[in-house]
């Protein structure tokens, strides 16, 4: 999605003088100036009109402080508006009711659902019919005392009730004026790694609604990895862990999510990271020509391995009704060692099978690839993978379908980021310099800072530091921050969230804007704090 910057609209050079006439910024003089009189004229004549009693007025508005920060703000001269006892939100239409009734919990107010009749001190929720328009886009207006939040989708509505429910929190009030807001990028995501280290159900429910009030759209749980499986299967309930989400939880918290406009993205990652599948069934295990196991790969010249991850894929898709579906794909062991095709010489016997006598490990795991993508697609999901998981000199190629989580630039034959956006391929940016808070800071890793991203991210600095170049833009659809847990022990669920409290609201701040922030760090984090 294509979004121009749009600047605050500032009024040059009006101060904060209070004006004569009504509240809404109508004409008059300020009041206590000098009042000319005509040449000639004695000044002490009698007025041959009774003086106007000046009436209260205001300042221009400014605009209201939000994380994300709005796109654009229109000032006025008026009190704003706070939510008082016996104030009501209203809906235009009956698909409002949920964010209708949230926002009037949040407030304190009453919720008085589909009603056409305007009072004072009203918010009104209203559905547009702008065909074409951006759908998480939203119109707020705070006028002659109430409010009013459209948009032509119920996602920009929910977005509108966000900027007022931070508005008021952050400042009492939600300034007079309008503003018309907007995201850059139309994949906004937060990843939690459930695989290696259990999180309560709990736990990530309040993460859902945090990741709400920041207009995030997405969710993912990587739940499968060699360290365990933690969702309950059906098909095969002895892959799953003994700590672990039941689907009833799950579901919950798929519907708390979609609540507040939150895509849960699943992730099963195949064909390497499947430990945890194959501690139930070790005759799947990849071994090389010395019979030593390959840890956490499956060997995919075996038609069993590609049935049971199928058959979890197609179990998790009712689960997961979203369309957003990762396939993994990285760190296969076949691929990490010098010669793949004398190390697993029954992966290159199935490859030139399959692909004629030119076929390589490569080509396989490519295979194996797009024919899970395939699966998924079944479903009517869109895959994506891994950037590592599409192989560089493959003769088969990946499919052009399948959207690059691009993650790293440390894999074996790394390639640029261009390598993939020239090919024309849609990008999500999970940089691993920037986003990737792995507990324990393992290998080179250290926790992210939510004033690194803040001052020097934005979603085209896709490896390193440096921005791909802004002809890219439009086919980077957005970012992730992930949380791994690589060593699950080292921190509780209470300090990776407070870890990762700042880094999710810089990272929110640039994928909603990545223009240059009008406030400085200190001011953000206060502005932060204040929010809760």
């Known amino acids: 999605m294509a979004a121009g910057v749009a600047a605050v609209v500032v009024a040059a050079g009006v101060g904060l003088g209070l004006w004569a ?21 004695s000044a002490l004549r009698a007025p041959t009109s009774p003086e106007p009693t000046p009436s209260r007025s205001y300042p221009l508005s ?3 402080r939000t994380i994300p920060a709005v796109r654009a703000h229109t000032p006025a001269r008026g009190p704003g508006w706070r939510p008082e006892p016996g104030h009501r939100v209203v809906v235009s239409d009956a698909d409002l009711a949920d964010e209708g009734r949230l926002i009037a919990g949040e407030l304190g107010m009453t919720y008085g659902g589909q009603n056409g009749e305007v009072r004072a001190g009203d918010v009104r929720l209203a559905l547009g019919d702008d065909e074409g328009a951006d759908p998480e886009s939203y119109t707020m207006t705070v006028r002659g005392g109430r ?22 929190r952050g400042g009492g009030s939600a300034p007079e004026g309008v503003v018309r807001d907007d995201p850059a990028k139309p994949q906004r995501g937060f990843m939690l790694d459930i695989a290696r280290k259990h999180f309560d159900a709990g736990w990530i429910e309040d993460r859902v609604r945090e990741l709400g009030d920041l207009k995030f759209n997405q969710l993912g749980l990587h739940f499968s990895d060699d360290q365990g499986f933690r969702i309950e299967s059906d098909t095969h309930p002895e892959i799953v862990s003994k700590d672990h989400l039941t689907k009833a939880q799950v579901r919950r918290i798929v519907e708390l999510a979609e609540s507040r406009h939150i895509t849960v993205v699943p992730e099963i990652d195949s064909p390497g990271h499947l430990g945890a599948v194959i501690a139930a069934h070790p005759d799947l295990q990849l071994r090389n020509a010395q019979g030593v196991a390959a840890s956490g790969a499956v060997d995919i010249s075996d038609p069993n391995a590609a049935e049971i991850v199928d058959d979890l894929l197609n179990e998790y898709a009712d689960l997961f009704p979203g369309a957003p579906w990762h396939l993994g794909g990285d760190e296969y062991r076949a691929l990490t060692v010098a010669d793949p095709e004398a190390s697993y010489p029954q992966l290159a016997t199935a490859a030139r099978k399959a692909y004629g006598a030119g076929g390589t490990v490569a080509d396989l795991a490519t295979g194996w690839l797009n024919d ?9 999901k869109i895959p994506r993978a891994w950037n590592d998981g599409f192989y560089e000199g493959a003769s088969v190629r990946a499919d ?3 959207q690059v989580a691009y993650w790293t630039g440390k894999e074996i034959g790394a390639r640029q980021p261009e390598e993939y956006l020239s090919a024309g391929r849609q990008v999500i940016n999970y ?8 507990l324990g800071e393992p290998q080179t890793f250290v926790y992210p ?16 530091t440096e921005a791909v170049p802004a002809r890219y833009d439009g086919q980077i659809l957005g970012g992730t921050f992930a949380v791994w847990c690589d060593l699950a022990g080292a921190q509780t669920q209470q300090q990776v969230a407070a870890g990762i409290r700042m880094p999710l609201r810089a990272t929110a701040q640039k994928l909603w804007n990545p223009g240059e922030p009008s406030l400085s760090w200190p001011e953000f984090r206060t502005l932060a704090d204040k929010l809760g």
């Open 400 to 402: 052009e379908r399948i």
């Open 431 to 438: 940089n691993d310099e920037f986003l990737y808070y792995v």
């Open 21 to 41: 006439g009504g509240g809404d910024g109508g004409g008059g003089e300020p009041v206590g100036s000098a009042r000319r009189t005509p040449a000639g004229e």
């Open 147 to 168: 409010v009013t939040i459209s948009a032509s989708d119920d996602a920009g509505v929910f977005y509108g009730t966000r900027t007022l429910k931070q508005a008021v």
């Open 372 to 380: 899970r993508a395939e699966t998924v697609r079944a479903q009517r």
């Open 449 to 464: 800072t939510g004033q690194r991203i803040y001052e020097q991210w934005t979603p085209r600095v896709l490896r390193g």
């Open 62 to 64: 400014s605009a209201p």
